[in-house]
């Protein structure tokens, strides 16, 4: 079985290379970062709020090769990791919505490389593991 | 551009009819649903510990449409809902490990249908909005 995705969308980012760029959103939240919404898919985003915290689905389109043990992190199951080098190479990071405007999306929370293909945007869901 | 991707697994739940299913994880913390990790990825799963919780990435298999304005949801744009009618079809779910045995994992927060693909497993991120 084999499932096709397309992006809705890009991000612009000032990370280029791997190795200078944030490990998770939290570190990052001074930095901003854009998202650009292809036009077939702009309807979606109009109910998105500046100040809100969305969960951003992304591909790592720099990952060619993936790997079930992460010797990056101690040798753990790659399900116990969000490194990149997964299988899918599905990303997600929670990220603050700085501003809306026409297709453009601008956000805190910046762990991505420049050009990254956005699949997803959801309503971030609280914390319910208290 | 296509992203082509690969179930690594499907999920064993009692819901065949997404009418009576649960909206959410969270309303169904009492529910026990079963991750059956395809062989080739299970080296993957083997750092999950029960009793965590993990954020897991399915593919609404039975949603063969999508629209960008939601109408169950008042009309809101598809990303600021979890509508399985969206582009990608990717849905997410937070749910809390209630075991793991070779290839399969049991695990409570059932909101998904029977026979659901899993594309991704990934650590669950603990709420940095507060």
């Known amino acids: ?7 809705i969308g890009y991000i612009k ?7 200078i760029m944030p490990r ?7 930095e901003v970062g854009t998202i650009e919404i292809l036009d077939e898919y702009k309807d979606g985003i109009k109910d998105i709020e500046a100040g809100s915290y969305v969960t951003l689905l992304f591909y ?6 993936w790997s079930l043990i992460s010797k990056r ?3 753990k ?10 299988p899918n190479g599905i990303g997600m990071s929670i990220v603050k919505i700085a501003s809306v ?3 453009k999306i601008k956000f805190f929370g910046v762990d991505m490389l420049d050009g990254t293909p956005v ?6 869901i609280e914390d319910f593991a208290r």
């Open 13 to 19: 980012t000032s990370y280029t290379d791997d190795e």
């Open 60 to 65: 790592f389109h720099k990952s060619d090769q």
């Open 77 to 86: 199951g790659i399900y116990s990791t969000r490194s990149p080098r997964r």
């Open 119 to 124: 699949l997803d945007i959801k309503p971030y």
């Open 101 to 103: 405007e026409n297709s």
């Open 73 to 75: 992190r101690d040798n």
């Open 24 to 30: 998770q959103s939290i570190d990052s939240m001074d």
């Open 1 to 7: 079985m084999e499932i096709i995705m397309k992006p």
